[in-house]
């Protein structure tokens, strides 16, 4: 895109330049992410590995137990749209009944919550309908959280067969700029893996109104 500012909390950057012209994007920032994975894994202890998450948190079966819980993983701060440095982590609406597939369970949807908050304010900022998201990195290989995503974000999302997009597309700039593929050509080289089409339910709006309130109580 042209360069543009955000009026939603976004950071301008340059994506690329090709041909000597820069070429813009907006960008949202998440301090921590699947940092809260690790988080559950090295110091509460209730996975193994991180992977192991989604298998946990996929226990829960009864959302009456989740209603009102919300992790908030701003450990080291909020980054877009809010930025606050001085913000910390917190874990709300704790009941007698809460295990560790509930944490797990909310854990994964701090995750798409706090990531959707950068999304909105990409949609906000962007003049076109946006129907679908990209996404990678390793996250992504987990279909739980992907499903949450799409779910509260109410929009697809779209995971490619390389998730690792970053290494892969300074490889790919490697080449176009050694003459050995075209600009053109790096469209024909991303494949679709799997897509996650939204559910988004009661449950979903009455979570995304329960986080949004305990932003602003919280951290504004």
Known sequence: MPLQYS??????????????????????AAYIAGAAVQWLRDN????????????????????????????MPFFTGIGS?????????????????????HI???????????????????IS???????EIRVDGGACANDLLMQIQANFTDKEIIRPC???????????GALVGLGEITFSEIDELWKEDKRFIPKKSSYE???????????????L
């Open 81 to 101: 749209p809010y930025w606050n440095s001085e913000a910390k982590g917190a874990l709300i609406g704790l009941t007698r009944d809460t295990d560790n597939t």
């Open 162 to 172: 390389i998730i690792e997009t970053t290494a892969y597309g300074v490889a790919l």
């Open 104 to 122: 797990a369970r909310a854990c994964l949807e701090g995750m798409a919550l706090s990531i959707n908050d950068s999304i909105q304010a990409l």
């Open 125 to 131: 900022d962007y003049s076109e309908n946006v129907d």
């Open 7 to 28: 009026k939603n909390g976004l950071l301008t950057t340059v994506a690329y330049t090709y041909n000597n012209k820069p070429v813009y994007a907006l960008e949202g």
């Open 205 to 219: 709006v009455n979570k995304l109104g329960l986080w949004n309130s305990s932003i602003k109580k919280l951290y």
């Open 44 to 71: 509460l202890k209730i996975i193994k590995k991180s992977s192991d998450i989604e298998a946990l948190a996929s226990k829960v079966t009864d959302f009456d137990q989740m209603e009102y819980l919300v992790f």
